[in-house]
């Protein structure tokens, strides 16, 4: 359970539903969100609200502290696709 993929496939989804052997569906945030955003210097508390947020909206859109402007600020680059 302790696992994000399954295999050597890319993870690119912030949220996840994974199956339960017992029936039903756990939603689990993308373990790398946490020290990603470590890394890009956001403190504890403000990482703990993101995925608090991430979890409840499945989305980082309008999400605490991180924004397309934040993560400009950090270096990010918006690439365009052709």
Not at 1 to 29: Q, R, W
Not at 34 to 49: D, Q, R
Request: hydrophobic share 35%; with cysteine.
């Amino acid at each position: 359970m302790d696992c994000d993929t399954t295999g050597v496939e890319p993870d690119f989804a912030l949220m996840k539903f994974k199956k339960l052997a017992g029936g039903g569906y756990m939603k689990i945030a993308n373990q790398s969100i946490g020290p990603a955003l470590n890394a890009l210097g956001y403190a504890a508390n403000e990482v703990t609200e993101i995925i608090n947020y991430v979890i409840g909206s499945m989305s980082l859109e309008d999400s605490p502290y991180v924004n397309k402007k934040s993560l400009m600020e950090k270096g990010l680059k918006r690439r365009r696709c052709s």
